[in-house]
Structure formats: structure tokens, C-alpha cells
């Protein structure tokens, strides 16, 4: 309950505490409650307080995995749904148990003014009322928790879980005309006889789309028995990779600040903490920590470091520099659109137009021969390119 309560004030550190600490059993009785209490409340809704239960679980979390996958070139759906889809509904029910609770308040307030309306009279009048009142309320801040649902489960950035968020619910939609028969199916689900017979030939299915979020959870609570250990630096780096994938960059940027004071060696603590520096802003932090990765390797990560150092350089507008790091880094990875994009960047600032057309009509090319999946993850800077060739004379 604490985790429900947590969504209204801290919405994306509660929905990283939910794939931690969550439990699905809780989740669904959770909401079955909360729609059970606004049944009691606003009895006048046209649904049995399970329907929302069967279309989230049966309907919009697989559809949201669907359209994750397929904006997000996850990979096989099979393997991304089995990873994902137990992880994804408990987050989802937690959100439809929270955004229950201002949609209750909403119709609790505002039913005696129903009671006392001409027009609620009419038999058929209540339930269209009752539903213009709770949908919006409900809809639009479930939506509002599903953004940072679909972001920590995937670790997609905002535009990306925006885009998730607002095309799953085409089959909602779809399904509206649909759901007297669905709650209709649900009452045979429901019955003693089929959920034996179901549990009894299905009940390892049911598990293994559990064993993702349980994985998912015992790893992250070794990495916490870990980090214990006021001398194992390795367990604070693999502690900060969770959350920077979970978009907590706050408490990823702690998790690699303890890992380097732990052991200053750990080069990968240093290259994360100079990214996220750059990507914030703090050129002349990012600048140390890539200065303390090249001391340590060059090569580190597939001299990806030379890449970022040139790429904050180009920010910096210290074009000669840049191009000093970029040329190693495309020399060693030519086909990188990222690097060759900054390249062209870099050249363009020393007013060398003729080598910068080259360089973005490279990072262009390399994005069109990239492997489908490394395609959405490298389009963007196809889609720079292609913007600053335009402006080239």
C-alpha cells in the first residue's frame, strides 16, 4: 500500500520500488478492491467491477507490450512478452489502483448532485453521467503513471514512452463496444471448474511469464546484499546500470559515485559518470571523468570514450580537438553514424564544408545499412545528418 500511496508524490521512483519489491498478487487484489469500492460508491456504472481487471490483463498490457516492441525494436515479441509482461501488469494494476483513487473522490463528491438532477432521473441518464464523471478523472492520470510505467519497465526515453503510452490504447478503443461480452467470458473464467482445469494444463505457462519479473527481482536484491559491502565497488556500478535504465539518474549518479570512491580503478563507473555529466550539461565534470577513462584505456568500450570526448568538444566549440578524437575514434569504427555525424560536425565548425558533407552522407549511409534491429537506435542521427546537409551550401 505504501507503493500505491507513493505514486501520487514520487510516481517514477515508486514504479522502480514496484519492479523491486512488487508483488502481482497484490497488485490484482488491489485492484479488484479499488473497483469493487467504486462499484459500492457509484453503483449507477454500467460494468462488473472485474471487467477492468480482464481488459488490462487479457487486452491493454499485451497491446502495450506489442507497441513497445514495436516502436522500440525490443526484439522477438515472444521473448520480450514472456520478459516483460508480468513486470508490465503489476506496474499497470498498481497505476489503475491509484488512479481509482481521485476518480472515486471525484464521483463521491459530485453523485448528490446526481441524485438531484432532472435529468439523472431518466434510467438510462446515471450510468452515461457516472461515466462522464470517472473516465476522465481515471484516464487521464492512469495515462500519466503508464508513462512512467512503460519508461522504467523499458528504460525508453520520454518522447518514446509518451508514443507507447498514447498509441496502446487503440485497442481500448477497439474493444468498448466489446466489453458486455467480455464480462460475460469473465464470469466463465471465473468458475471453479475452468480455473482448475486451466491451472492444472497451464499452470507452467502462467509461471514462466512470471520468471522475468522474478529474475528481475532477485537480481536486483543480490546487487543489494552486495552492496553491503563497504569494498565491492563492482556491485554499486551494476546497482547504477538498473537505474540508469530506469531513467533514476539521480540515484544511477550515486550508485557510480560510491563504485569510483570504492575502487577508483572501475573505468566503467568513470565512462557512465561522464555521460550522464554531458548529457546534463556539466561539460567540465564529463571532461574529467573521460580524461580518467582514457588515462586508464583508450580503448574502453569499443573507444567509445574518444567518441564522447569529441562529441563534448563539438558542444564546447573546440572543433580542433574534436576533430583530434574523432578521426582516431571513425579510423577504429568507421561505420559509427553517431562519430561520424560529430566528425562532420567538427569539420563543418573548422569551415571545412567539402570533408563535412562526406562525414554526414556516411553517418547516413551506415544507418541505412545497419542491422534492423541497431536501426531505431541509430536513426536519429541519420535524421541530424540529413538536417545539417540541408543547410550546407
Not at 446526481?114 to 462522464?132: E, I, K, N, V, Y
Request: with cysteine.
Amino acid at each position: 500500500m505504501q507503493l500505491v500511496f507513493r505514486l501520487f508524490w514520487q510516481p517514477g521512483a515508486a514504479m522502480s520500488a514496484i519492479l523491486d519489491r512488487g508483488s502481482l498478487l497484490f497488485a490484482t487484489v488491489a485492484a479488484l478492491a479499488s473497483s469493487f469500492i467504486l462499484q459500492g460508491a457509484v453503483p449507477w456504472l454500467p460494468l462488473s467491477f472485474f471487467a477492468p481487471l480482464l481488459v488490462l490483463g487479457a487486452l491493454y498490457v499485451p497491446a502495450t507490450v506489442l507497441t513497445a516492441n514495436l516502436l522500440g525494436r525490443l526484439g522477438a515479441f515472444g521473448v520480450v512478452f514472456r520478459r516483460d509482461y508480468s513486470a508490465l501488469l503489476t506496474c499497470t494494476l498498481m497505476a489503475f489502483t491509484a488512479s481509482r483513487v481521485p476518480a472515486a473522490l471525484g464521483a463521491w463528491l459530485l453523485s448528490p448532485l446526481l441524485q438531484t438532477s432532472d435529468f439523472a432521473q431518466a434510467p438510462w441518464a446515471r450510468p452515461l453521467l457516472g461515466m462522464a464523471i470517472v473516465a476522465p478523472i481515471q484516464i487521464v492520470y492512469f495515462a500519466f503513471l503508464m508513462f512512467f510505467a512503460v519508461r522504467t519497465v523499458f528504460g525508453f526515453e520520454n518522447g518514446l514512452s509518451a508514443a507507447v503510452v498514447g498509441l496502446s490504447w487503440i485497442p481500448l478503443v477497439v474493444a468498448v463496444p466489446l466489453l458486455g461480452a467480455l464480462t460475460s467470458i469473465l464470469g466463465f473464467l471465473a468458475s471453479p471448474f475452468f480455473l482448475l482445469y486451466a491451472w492444472y494444463f497451464l499452470s507452467s505457462e502462467f509461471r514462466g511469464l512470471g520468471d522475468g519479473f522474478r529474475s528481475r527481482q532477485n537480481f536486483h536484491r543480490m546487487m543489494q546484499a552486495a552492496a553491503i559491502n563497504p569494498h565491492d565497488g563492482e556491485a554499486q556500478y551494476q546497482l547504477g546500470l538498473i537505474y540508469q535504465q530506469r531513467r533514476q539518474i539521480t540515484e544511477a549518479i550515486q550508485r557510480f559515485q560510491t563504485a569510483v570512491a570504492i575502487d577508483p580503478s572501475l573505468t566503467d563507473a568513470h565512462f557512465q559518470l561522464g555521460r550522464i555529466a554531458r548529457q546534463q550539461g556539466r561539460l567540465r565534470d564529463a571532461l574529467a571523468h573521460f580524461q580518467t577513462v582514457i588515462d586508464q584505456d583508450e580503448r574502453h568500450s569499443s573507444s567509445e570514450v574518444l567518441r564522447e570526448l569529441g562529441g563534448l568538444y563539438v558542444t564546447a566549440r573546440q572543433y580542433a580537438d574534436a576533430r583530434h578524437e574523432l578521426e582516431t575514434y571513425v579510423g577504429r569504427r568507421p561505420y559509427d553514424p553517431e562519430g561520424l555525424y560529430y566528425l562532420g560536425q567538427a569539420l563543418e565548425g573548422l569551415g571545412e564544408t567539402a570533408p563535412a558533407r562526406e562525414r554526414y552522407t556516411g553517418a547516413i549511409e551506415a544507418v541505412r545499412t545497419a542491422p534492423q534491429y541497431r536501426q531505431r537506435i541509430v536513426a536519429r542521427w541519420s535524421r541530424l545528418a540529413q538536417r545539417q546537409l540541408s543547410k550546407l551550401p
